[in-house]
Structure formats: structure tokens, C-alpha cells
């Protein structure tokens, strides 16, 4: 499968992942976030496509996708912003969206683009697994795309185990019961479910994602994972005043000092 | 039945179930439990009697003789506007509380519009001393003020929507957040036959009430069971979907939609979701819905809150797409006009959205012997402060 993945989960590093959303703050902030990103040492970016209606998705991501739209991001644009970003970024880029804007733009089109432009994989919050393995496996497959499924605390076992055979090239755990959004802490119930889905022994190296904002709560879930995913800790810290690359050099520091 | 939901929760090529893992547990909850405890005695009984003794049912057929007069027609009102808390809405609602308490749930969670939904969810929930949280729009708060009193009155707790439009949408997106955030004790009461399967077909089931009753009644009044045209507006199209229910097999029935236009198909102000939509995905159901070439979803505009919602259910697409029912976009004006009609020609007020129902006998040449029902969903109460607006024109 995808190269750049192939080695990141070997050593046993924990990764710190960060998604962001395209064209934030401002339209052409994309390329440059990209760029500080890899240059502070984040192992892989979720490059988010902003949607009208993120239903998964908190107020901080809700509004950073609505700026985003509102300054003008669209598909065509992302793609030629990455192609952009991959002249000089060489770290994995997941590609997170909704499925309506892949139905408009056309499957194959998407892949095609995903391809050209240099995403290696896709996280899809909205496709269902059994249409996914049903209609659409083959076309991702033949583009050679990887596509990460997400389990939740109320993922029954038959589920999880479905999601760790479609998943490639991690499995995305939800912490908990909630949308994205930063929280200040872990809780116990969580910690516990944490340890219950390591202790199935999964295939998949799992990202821990949703409500992971701090040091404390990143160094938390990489204890029972292969590492973690921050969202809307990070679109707060572009959002404030201030050059962004000193935010977000800033803001991975106080992650990993 | 050719309309029927398949057993993957489709209407041809419309419907299923696109939502996150997250929601996946309850959505199949309730998939696996909605026919088998619907179909039980208990809950028929139940269900059957509330209908009865405190909804008020069966709601009257009403033959109206001067609108019958004014367009040269036969037109009969089926008249949801008198059901318990004015509105068809409570007929749905009354199904899906005896649904959340056989499945052990505790607290209620709903999307409201026109805030009808909303009050026939508050009602139900009074009535089974649930918790009751009502997720609106902060613009249909403002507009729909007399039910948001109403919700608080009845004890539950109106949550203001302050995404995108700030209206039926964006109150939808709210309550399904709400939804992934509390999986355990919670039950949606989705107001329209729309969302992820089972609900399109659950709610079109509840609402079916609607022909259920027509058929009888029409049978003792004209002596023959179904009309030629059946009349109904779409939002979501839970009403239409009521009215439409025992008579989507029978092709001697002519089935007519009436969307909101608002200020009219070619302007970027409507809501006309079967003329200005394509196929894509909206609140985990593949359906038409108003959007950019990008998949961004449109925002509506309607007069009237209950239709402004950017897609139409998976059952009403199918029947746009396979030629079954037609559909005429009625603008704000026009509505406002047919409410005016109504109310001084036959002395009902009737709701906003209902009166673009009404316009449909102006825009359709009716032969004099043709049996027309109309489904007059809701009565005029919560849109008085826009009719005020409106009065001098009217004079
Ligand atoms: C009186 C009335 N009619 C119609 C509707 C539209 O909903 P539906 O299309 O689901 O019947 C509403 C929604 O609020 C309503 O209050």
C-alpha cells in the first residue's frame, strides 16, 4: 500500500497528527501551515475540507469551515493547494471530508485528483462500511487510497472488528461519546475504554481523535495507542492574533516539549 | 407495494443511511425494533387511543363548498389543522414517544421549524413526563415566537440554532450532534420524513393515519374510496407522505406537492427543492437537495419556516424521479394571498404552509366533477404576526 505510511507505525514512535482546516484562517494559509507543520515535527496532517454542514463536527470546526468556505475554498483549489504543499512537505496527508461533496465531484474524478495531487488517504465520517465494501472499495483500492474508519465507545465488538479489516492505514478511535471539540481532560470512563480496545489486540495501529487539546491529554491516549489526533486545540491556536507560523510553532511545542 | 422503503432503507435509488459510526448504535437500535413494536397490541392500542380520546381523531372531511364554487371543482379539506396542537405533527409524535419509552429512553430530543414539530413533541413528552430539549433556529425563534411560548409552557427547553441560516437545517444539525453526544439515554423524534433510515419510513407510517381515514370517509360520503388528486405541501413531506400513504399503488390517484418557492424558482430566495435540487446527501438520507456544484448545501428561504429546509425526503424524491407525483413551487406571495382566501372564504385560518397547498387550485385546471382532496396540515395561529404584516393589502 501507500509508501509514506509504510514505515511511520514500524518504530513504535508516538505520532502526533493535526488536522486543519483548508483555507484557514485565510484562504492561502494552507500551503504554509503545511509547510510549519512538518517543519515542527508533526508526523501527519488531516487536511480538512470545509463543509456546509459538518454534522460530526463542533462549533470550533463548524465556524473555522464556514470562514473557510466564505473565503472561497473549494475542491479544486485543495488539490492545487497540496500539489502545492507536496514541492516541499513529504509527511503523509489524509484527506477528511464529507461524502456529498465526493458524490458531486464524482468518485473517480476525486481519486484521480486525490492521486495527482499527493493525498494518500482519506477519512470519510459519513460513509457507511457496508456501502463503502459494497460500491466503493474496488475504485479506492484501484487508486491505491487507504481509508480510515472510526470506532466509538459504543462500537459493538462485530463492528470494531469490521472497522479494523476496511481500515487502512490506521483505525480511527473516537474518545468518546461526543462531536470534535476541545476538552481539558480525559476521563476515567474513557481511560477504561481505551485500555478495553487495546487489549483486543487489532490489526490497525489506532489515532485517537475528538476532544485531545493538551500535553496531558495527548500524552494520555498515545499510552493506549499509536498516537493522537488534534483538531479544534489546534484551529483555536491558529485563530488567534499573531503570525501564524510562530502559533502554530507555539502551539506543537507546548504539545511535545 | 412498488413505493415501499426496500430492505436496505431505499426508495429506488433514494434513502439509506449515511452517518457517522457514532450514530451507527442507535440508528440500528432502532432499525431492528421499529416494526416489530409497532406491530405489537400493546402499542396499537396505545397509539390508536391517544389518537382517539386526546388528539381528537378522526379529523373531519370537510366538503368546502365555496372554494369548491370558486374554482369549479370538488375540493374536500382534510383537516389536520384541528388535531390537538394544530398541526398533522402530533400524529408522528404520538408514534415515537410510545417508540422511546417501549426502547427504555429517557430523554427527548427534537428539530423544529415552524415550531409545530416542536410543540407536538413538547406535548407528548408533558404527557409521559420525559425530558424535553427542542433544537430551533435563532431566525424561526424570532418568527415562530407564539409556539417557542408554547414549548416553555409545556416544559421543555427551546436551544437555539446559531449555525448557518439559523433555521430548520442548521436546527437539524444540532439535534443530531446532540444525538452523537448523549448515545445512551437519548431518543430523536425527527419531525419529518427525512434523516437516516428507519425514520422516512417510520414517520410516513405514523402519518398514514392521514389516508387511512380519508379512504373511510370518502367512501361514506361519495360512495367510492379515493379521490382523482390528493393535495399536500412538502417540507420534509411528512404530511404529504400521510396523505399520500394508502394511495401511492393506486395511479387513479394524481398526487400534487406544493414547494415553497419563496420569492421564486430564479431567484436565489426559495426552497424549492424537487425543481432546484440534485442527488446528493442530507442528514444521512441520499435525496434531492439544494446545493453548489461543490456539494456545499444552499441556503433556503421561505416564508413560512416549516418549508424552508433544503432537501425534500427520500420517498418524495423517488416519486418526483419516477414521474408518480408532480410538484409546483408556490411562492411567498402566493401563500400569503391563499391564507387571505381561506380564511374569509371558508372561516379557517390556515397555516402558512398549508395555504401553499391551497394556491396549487390556481395554478391547475380541475375539471367540475373531479374529487380533490386537500391536506390542510396546520392551522394559521403561529403565523397571525406575519399576516398582521400583510392585513392592509388585504383590507
Ligand atoms: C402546518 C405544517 N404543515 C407542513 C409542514 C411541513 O412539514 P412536512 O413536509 O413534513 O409535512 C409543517 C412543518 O413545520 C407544518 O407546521
Not at chain 2, 24 to 32: D, T
Not at chain 2, 61 to 70: H, N, P, Q, R, V
Amino acid at each position: 500500500m501507500n509508501k509514506k505510511f509504510e514505515n511511520l507505525f514500524e518504530d513504535g514512535k508516538k505520532l502526533l497528527s493535526i488536522y486543519i482546516t483548508a483555507g484557514y484562517p485565510s484562504l492561502n494559509d494552507t500551503v504554509p501551515t503545511l509547510i510549519a507543520l512538518e517543519k515542527n515535527g508533526v508526523d501527519f496532517v488531516e487536511i480538512g475540507m470545509p463543509y456546509s454542514d459538518p454534522m460530526a463536527d463542533g462549533t470550533t470546526i463548524q465556524q473555522s469551515s464556514e470562514k473557510a468556505i466564505k473565503n472561497g475554498m473549494h475542491l479544486d483549489l485543495l488539490f492545487s493547494q497540496i500539489k502545492e504543499a507536496r514541492k516541499s512537505v513529504s509527511i503523509p496527508f489524509v484527506y477528511m471530508g464529507y461524502l456529498n461533496q465526493l458524490m458531486q465531484y464524482g468518485l473517480d474524478k476525486f481519486c484521480q485528483a486525490c492521486v495527482d495531487s499527493g493525498i494518500d488517504s482519506l477519512i470519510i465520517p459519513d460513509l457507511p462500511m457496508e456501502v463503502y465494501a459494497e460500491e466503493h472499495k474496488a475504485i479506492f483500492e484501484k487508486y491505491n487510497l487507504g481509508l480510515s474508519f472510526l470506532i466509538s465507545p459504543q462500537s459493538g465488538e462485530k463492528r470494531i472488528k469490521q472497522a479494523d479489516d476496511l481500515s487502512y492505514p490506521f483505525l480511527y478511535q473516537v474518545s468518546s461519546n461526543a462531536i470534535t471539540g476541545a476538552s481539558s481532560k480525559i476521563s476515567d470512563v474513557q481511560l477504561d475504554y481505551f485500555k478495553r480496545i487495546e487489549e483486543m489486540k487489532l490489526k490497525s495501529p489506532k489515532m485517537i481523535g475528538f476532544g485531545i487539546s493538551n500535553k496531558e491529554t495527548f500524552d494520555q491516549a498515545c499510552e493506549r495507542a499509536s498516537g493522537a489526533i488534534i483538531g479544534s486545540a489546534f484551529i483555536k491556536a491558529v485563530s488567534q492574533e499573531g503570525d501564524l507560523e510562530n502559533n502554530i510553532g507555539q502551539f506543537i511545542k507546548s504539545i511535545r516539549e | 407495494m412498488q413505493y415501499a422503503v426496500d430492505e436496505k432503507g431505499f426508495y429506488g435509488e433514494f434513502g439509506g443511511a449515511f452517518i457517522p459510526e457514532m450514530l451507527y448504535p442507535n440508528v440500528e437500535e432502532l432499525r431492528k425494533s421499529y416494526l416489530e413494536i409497532s406491530a405489537t397490541p400493546s402499542f396499537k392500542k396505545e397509539f390508536d387511543d391517544l389518537l382517539k380520546h386526546y388528539v381528537g381523531r378522526p379529523t373531519p372531511l370537510y366538503f368546502a363548498k365555496k372554494l369548491s364554487e370558486k374554482y369549479g371543482t370538488q375540493v374536500y379539506l382534510k383537516r389536520e389543522d384541528l388535531n390537538h396542537t394544530g398541526a398533522h405533527k402530533v400524529n408522528n409524535t404520538i408514534g415515537q414517544i410510545l417508540m422511546a419509552e417501549r426502547m427504555g429512553k429517557k430523554r427527548i430530543i427534537a428539530e423544529t421549524g415552524a415550531g409545530q414539530h416542536g410543540v407536538a413533541t413538547a406535548t407528548v413528552c408533558a404527557l409521559k413526563g420525559l425530558e424535553c430539549i427542542v433544537y430551533m433556529g435563532a431566525v424561526d425563534i424570532e418568527r415562530q415566537a407564539p409556539n417557542v411560548a408554547r414549548m416553555k409552557m409545556l416544559g421543555a427547553e427551546v436551544r437555539p440554532a446559531l449555525s448557518g441560516s439559523k433555521t430548520l437545517k442548521d436546527a437539524t444539525n444540532e439535534a443530531i450532534r446532540d444525538w452523537i453526544s448523549n448515545p445512551e439515554d437519548t431518543f430523536y423524534i425527527i419531525g419529518s420524513v427525512v434523516g437516516p433510515h428507519p425514520y422516512p419510513d417510520m414517520v410516513a407510517r405514523f402519518q398514514s393515519v392521514i389516508s387511512e381515514e380519508i379512504k373511510k370517509q370518502l367512501q361514506e360520503q361519495i360512495g367510492r374510496d379515493y379521490p382523482d388528486y390528493i393535495l399536500a405541501c412538502v417540507g420534509g413531506g411528512s404530511n404529504a407522505a400521510g396523505a399520500f400513504y394508502h394511495y401511492l399503488d393506486d395511479t387513479r390517484v394524481q398526487l400534487f406537492m406544493a414547494e415553497a418557492a419563496g420569492h421564486g424558482i430564479d431567484t436565489n430566495m426559495s426552497a424549492a427543492t424537487s425543481v432546484l435540487g440534485t442527488e446528493g446527501i442530507i442528514h444521512g438520507s441520499r435525496t434531492l437537495l439544494m446545493q453548489t456544484k461543490d456539494g456545499q448545501i444552499i441556503e433556503p428561504h421561505s416564508i413560512s419556516a416549516g418549508l424552508d429546509y433544503p432537501g425534500i425526503g427520500p420517498l418524495h424524491a423517488h416519486l418526483i424521479k419516477s414521474g408518480r407525483a408532480r410538484s409546483f413551487p408556490i411562492t411567498d406571495k402566493e401563500s400569503v394571498d391563499a391564507s387571505f382566501m381561506l380564511s374569509r372564504l371558508e372561516g379557517i385560518i390556515p397555516a402558512l404552509e398549508s395555504a401553499h397547498a391551497l394556491t396549487i387550485l390556481e395554478k391547475y385546471d380541475f375539471k367540475a366533477d373531479d374529487i380533490v382532496v386537500l391536506n390542510l396540515s396546520g392551522r394559521g395561529d403561529k403565523d397571525l404576526g406575519t399576516f398582521m404584516k400583510y392585513m392592509d393589502e388585504y383590507e
